[in-house]
């Protein structure tokens, strides 16, 4: 365990209803090891689920929406029928009609466009950042796109070293493989304190490992 308890922030997009399938990598999967790797760093003290996305209202909005929840081992169940639950699975003309989750009210899920737009998504974490002691937040963030890398890179980069470990993940061809190999950017070669993982399956217990070896680093 390490001593001094840390926050962690996970940031999940919303555009896909895959993202909401009752599967292995759908969104509840990715809280609950958000979750156990809190057990590890943060004392279970709970973690902050940042989703983004498309506004439901179908209007565009460039930067994209963001709504930031607050998710304990003991809300787990309430906070997935809210914000990880579909009911419109595409079928449901088949059937009687069911209240929309607090995520579709919120969300275009599944909608015109087929990716997250992250950038608000972005300043929103980096607001919260600025909340926590230097050197004591996680940021485990799936991409939806490629789009916004070097946006995030920058934000990462300026937010400065000592603000918080960032794991990156997200599929390959989603991502953009190539951008984030290069230089060695994804293995912490050219930011130390940022991982990318190649693929939606990513191991809690590396996260931690990364997360614990660069808090050593950095002296806090």
Same mark, same amino acid.
């Given at each position: 365990?390490?001593?001094?308890?840390?926050?962690?922030?996970?940031?999940?997009?919303?555009?896909?209803?895959?993202?909401?399938?009752?599967?292995?990598?759908?969104?509840?999967?990715?809280?609950?090891?958000?979750?156990?790797?809190?057990?590890?760093?943060?004392?279970? *003290?709970?973690?902050?689920?940042?989703?983004?996305? &498309?506004?439901?209202?179908?209007?565009?909005?460039?930067?994209?929406?963001?709504?930031?929840?607050?998710?304990?081992?003991?809300?787990?169940?309430?906070?997935?029928?809210?914000?990880?639950?579909?009911?419109?699975?595409?079928?449901?003309?088949?059937?009687?009609?069911?209240? *929309?989750?607090?995520?579709?009210?919120?969300? *275009?899920?599944?909608?015109?466009?087929?990716?997250?737009?992250?950038?608000?998504?972005?300043?929103?974490?980096?607001?919260?950042?600025?909340?926590?002691?230097?050197?004591?937040?996680?940021?485990?963030?799936?991409?939806?796109?490629?789009?916004?890398?070097?946006?995030?890179?920058?934000?990462?980069?300026?937010?400065?070293?000592?603000?918080?470990?960032?794991?990156?993940?997200?599929?390959?061809?989603?991502?953009?493989?190539?951008?984030?190999?290069?230089?060695?950017?994804?293995?912490?070669?050219?930011?130390? &304190?940022? *991982?990318?993982?190649?693929?939606?399956?990513?191991?809690?217990?590396?996260?931690?490992?990364?997360?614990?070896?660069?808090?050593?680093?950095?002296?806090?």
């Amino acid at each position: 365990m390490i001593p001094d308890r840390a926050r962690v922030l996970l940031v999940l997009p919303t555009a896909q209803t895959s993202y909401f399938a009752s599967e292995k990598y759908s969104n509840e999967w990715h809280v609950r090891q958000a979750l156990r790797v809190a057990d590890k760093v943060g004392a279970g *003290a709970g973690i902050d689920v940042l989703l983004y996305g &498309n506004p439901a209202s179908g209007g565009y909005v460039e930067d994209g929406i963001v709504v930031r929840t607050r998710v304990e081992a003991e809300r787990l169940e309430s906070w997935t029928a809210e914000w990880s639950v579909i009911t419109d699975t595409g079928l449901d003309f088949l059937e009687d009609a069911r209240p *929309a989750t607090r995520v579709e009210e919120t969300f *275009a899920v599944g909608g015109p466009t087929w990716f997250s737009h992250s950038r608000a998504a972005l300043r929103e974490v980096v607001a919260a950042l600025k909340e926590a002691p230097p050197g004591r937040a996680l940021v485990i963030f799936q991409m939806d796109g490629r789009a916004e890398q070097r946006e995030i890179v920058l934000a990462i980069r300026d937010a400065g070293e000592g603000a918080a470990f960032w794991q990156l993940f997200g599929k390959e061809h989603a991502i953009g493989y190539p951008f984030w190999t290069q230089d060695g950017l994804h293995r912490g070669r050219v930011l130390a &304190n940022l *991982a990318v993982h190649i693929d939606t399956d990513w191991s809690r217990r590396a996260v931690v490992r990364r997360f614990s070896r660069w808090r050593k680093r950095a002296g806090s």
